[in-house]
């Protein structure tokens, strides 16, 4: 059996983690921007399948037609810098 301090402590520590775990829960401010960013990305996303789409339906119009090298389209998405890039001056 459980002593006196024992079982105080476990209660405390139990409280602790209920105190914790209820402050810590996102506000539905949170959850509404979260669930709008999601919505956004998702959105995005399909934009970018789209345009990969269409991609493929040029290079398959252009093999169509005699030409076996397919005629390369321009990225939409930006360069990227490296982090290092700075170091190259």
């Known amino acids: 059996m459980m002593d006196r301090n ?7 520590i139990g409280l602790l983690l209920t105190v ?3 402050v810590n829960q996102p506000s539905k401010e949170d959850i509404e921007k979260a ?3 999601q919505a956004a990305k998702k ?3 399909h934009r970018n ?10 290079v398959k119009y ?3 037609i005699g030409n ?3 005629i390369p389209q321009a ?9 290092f890039s700075n170091l190259r001056k």
């Open 20 to 22: 914790f775990t209820l």
């Open 75 to 83: 990225s939409q998405t930006p360069v990227k810098k490296s982090r």
């Open 35 to 37: 669930k709008k960013e």
């Open 68 to 70: 076996d090298t397919p």
């Open 49 to 58: 399948e789209d345009k990969k789409s269409n991609h493929k339906d040029v």
């Open 62 to 64: 252009n093999a169509n």
């Open 6 to 12: 024992t079982t105080i402590g476990l209660i405390l």
């Open 43 to 45: 959105k995005k996303e």
